[in-house]
């Protein structure tokens, strides 16, 4: 019953999983104990969410109500986004100077991490309609693009990430850093292999991809399976189905195929036990039901 009225509202206010991703970050913001800083979140997130965070018994209605079945499903979203970034600051510390973010929805990290902006050039590939969105709510909220920012109109569904990069101030003989972020979900196997395919083949030797998935029913933990078919029903009335899942061992194999090394592939639930010693305190637990994972590029003679 809720998740019929959740997808009502949702629906008949054109919200995406964009918006809700934002929508997750600009809340988080009311902790004291944060897993990420995000105060572009709320620029970012749509009117829906925006009158949510404004007006507290909407805000009420959507967050601790009509939400509550997939709630802990947040701290994933949340997660995700802090170990992606740390493994940045890492990488550029050993001398990345390219962030690629495929898929990068409502992402906000070249607004506000303007040192690292002095340092990187990062570039947003998402669909063109998602794009035309957030350049249209950057500019209401008056925000000033910085300069090494690009933005790359992308169908996934039609051409790779490197072949989004073509043409652009990207520079594939040097190592990168890209992140598929709530993305593997929504595309087929084939489509990520090829994706991941294309990076391998034309980027750099040590270029990192980090990247979430949805885990199948039998790497799940089983007490969160409920919760699981839920946020998939979530999605699809929300016109964005769901269409792939692994296992830890079939994710490994894909990448290894496509060029690829594994240097971590978690369950979110270890990630949260990680960050609970980091931050001292998290709102929900986190769903054993996605996990993340962090590959390297290798030399073709290896």
Known sequence: MLLK???RILRKNKASTADTTAAVRARHQRHKARLIDDPIA???????WQRALKFKPLG???DDFIM?????????VLMRARYAEQALEEAVKNGVRQYVIIGAG???F???NKEMMERIDVFEIDHPKTQEVKLRRIQQAELDAPERLHFLPADL???TAMEALNGSAFDPSQPAFLTLLGVSYYIAEEDLAKTARSIAERMGAGSFLLLDYMLDPSSSKAEHLPMREKLMTLTAGMGEPMVSEYSFEKMDALMARQGFETLENVNMT???ERYLEEVGWLPFAAPGIFGMGAFRTVEASE
């Open 5 to 7: 009225l959740m997808r």
């Open 42 to 48: 709320k620029e970012l997130c749509g009117q829906l």
């Open 60 to 62: 009420w209605l959507l």
């Open 68 to 76: 509550k079945p997939i709630q802990p499903v947040s701290m994933c």
């Open 106 to 108: 409502m992402d906000s």
């Open 110 to 112: 070249a607004f506000r």
């Open 157 to 159: 569904s039609q051409k």
């Open 270 to 272: 270890e990630l949260a």
